[in-house]
C-alpha cells in the first residue's frame, strides 16, 4: 500500500477529530519527514488562529486561540495564498515571536503551507525542521503531494468535531 492508500484509508477510518490529523501527520513524516508537525485553523479572515494537532504538544500545545497581527508572512499564506518559507532562524525571527523557542528544540527552517476552500484560506499546515531543510525540491514535493490530504484532513476534521 502507498504512503497516499494508507492515508486514505485513516481518513475513511477516522472516528474522532484528531485522528484526521495523525494521518496526515504519518503521511507527511513517510514522504519528508518534519520535526515539527502542526496545522492551525484560521478564523475571522485570518485574524485569529488556533492550532488544531501538533506532534509536539508540550512545546506547542493546541489550545485556544490568538490573534494574528499584520505582517508580512499574512501577505504571502493569508492574502496570495502561498507557501511561507524561511530556512534559517533569523528569517523565522522577521515573522514569529516565538523562535527562540523554534531555536531551543533544534529547529532553523519552517514551511506554512495555505489549506484553502472556496479561495479562502481556512488553516494552515505547518512544518519545522532544521536549518536548510526546506529545499525547493522539498517545497515542490509538498505542494504535489501534501496539498490535497492536508484539505482532506482538515475537512475530515471539520466534520468529525462536528458530530
Known sequence: MTPEQ??????????QP????????RLTQELLGAKLFTVTTVEENGALARRSYSNMPAAYPT?????VDPSRWNNI??????????????DIATVFPDHELIGSL???SCI???ILVGGEVIA?????DAPGYFTPERVALIAERLTLPALAAQLAYDRLSAR
Open 6 to 15: 494508507s492515508f486514505a484509508q485513516a481518513i475513511a477510518t477516522a472516528r
Open 18 to 25: 484528531i485522528d484526521a490529523f495523525a494521518a496526515l501527520d
Open 63 to 67: 489550545s485556544g486561540t490568538k490573534r
Open 77 to 90: 499564506v493569508l492574502e496570495r495564498h502561498e507557501s511561507f518559507v524561511a530556512n534559517t532562524l533569523a
Open 106 to 108: 533544534g529547529l532553523g
Open 112 to 114: 506554512n503551507v495555505p
Open 124 to 128: 494552515t499546515l505547518n512544518l519545522l
